[in-house]
C-alpha cells in the first residue's frame, strides 16, 4: 500500500526508488523539477507499521539549446539573436521557461535581458530597458529575441536559456553579438548581389515583356496585310 504526498509533482517519466546511485540528490536546485518525496507504508523489526517518507528520482534527458553562434550588426540597427531548441517531453506555454542574459566583453558583470514564460516579461532596468522584443513562438521550438537599436556597449555574450519542465538538464546557448560602425565588406557584397539580381530579373521581366508584344504586333501585322490582299481580289469583302 502506498500513499503520495499532495505537494509531489506528477510525471510521466520512469522512477528510481530509493537511492539512486549516480543520480543528482532530490528536492534541491537545480534538480527540484525532477524529483519528488513520497511516502509508504513500512514495517519496523518489531511489527509496527509506520508512514516512511523516500526520494522519487525522475530520469530525464537534456534539452539541446541551438544558437546562430555569431551575429553581426551595425549599431543603430536591429539584431536578431535566433535560439530554438529541441526537448524529448511535450512542449507547452505552460511547461517553458526561457531567459536570456548577456556577459559582456572583459570582465564585465552578467545581467538579465529578458525572460518569458507564457508571456515575455522585458527587464525594467538596466542598458535592454525597453530595447528587447520577443520574436520567438514556444510551440515552434523558437526562443528568439530582436535586441533593437544595437549600441557598442552591446558587444558581448547573450545567453539563451531554456528548460522545458521536466527537461531541465543541458547546455545554454551562445550568441556573439558584434556591433560595428558599418557593414562589413561580406555584407556590402551580398546586399550589393541582392540589389544586382533584383535589377537584372526585371530587366528579364521587361525583355519578356517587349517580345510577346512585338510578336502579337506582328501577327496583327500579318493578319492585316493577308485580309488586304484578299479583299483586293475579292471586292466583295468590302
Known amino acids: ?141 523558437d526562443a528568439s529575441i530582436t535586441i533593437r537599436d544595437v549600441k557598442f556597449s552591446y558587444n558581448g555574450t547573450f545567453i539563451c536559456q531554456v528548460k522545458n519542465l521536466p527537461d531541465v538538464h543541458g547546455l545554454a546557448g551562445e550568441v556573439r553579438l558584434k556591433v560595428v560602425a558599418s557593414a562589413s565588406y561580406s555584407e556590402i557584397s551580398i546586399l550589393a548581389a541582392a540589389i544586382g539580381g533584383g535589377i537584372l530579373l526585371m530587366l528579364i521581366i521587361l525583355l519578356i515583356v517587349v517580345v510577346v508584344k512585338h510578336r502579337r504586333k506582328k501577327r496583327e501585322e500579318v493578319a492585316e496585310l493577308e485580309f488586304q490582299q484578299r479583299a483586293r481580289k475579292d471586292p466583295t469583302m468590302w
Open 1 to 141: 500500500m502506498e500513499e503520495e504526498d499532495a505537494s509531489s509533482r506528477e510525471c510521466s517519466l520512469q522512477d528510481t526508488h530509493g537511492d539512486a546511485v549516480g543520480l543528482p540528490c532530490a528536492c534541491s536546485p537545480p534538480y527540484a523539477p525532477c524529483c519528488r518525496v513520497r511516502h509508504r507504508v513500512a514495517t519496523t523489526k518489531i511489527g509496527r507499521r509506520i508512514d516512511e517518507p523516500y526520494t522519487e528520482v525522475l530520469q530525464v534527458s537534456g534539452i539541446k539549446v541551438l544558437t546562430a553562434g555569431e551575429v553581426e550588426a551595425v549599431n543603430g540597427t536591429d539584431a536578431w539573436l535566433k535560439c530554438t531548441f529541441e526537448t524529448s517531453e511535450p512542449v507547452s506555454e505552460l511547461s517553458v521557461t526561457v531567459s536570456w542574459t548577456f556577459r559582456p566583453l572583459g570582465q564585465g558583470k552578467e545581467e538579465s535581458v529578458f525572460y518569458y514564460h507564457q508571456k515575455p516579461y522585458p527587464i525594467s532596468e538596466g542598458r535592454f530597458r525597453k530595447r528587447v522584443d520577443w520574436s520567438g513562438n514556444i510551440m515552434a521550438k
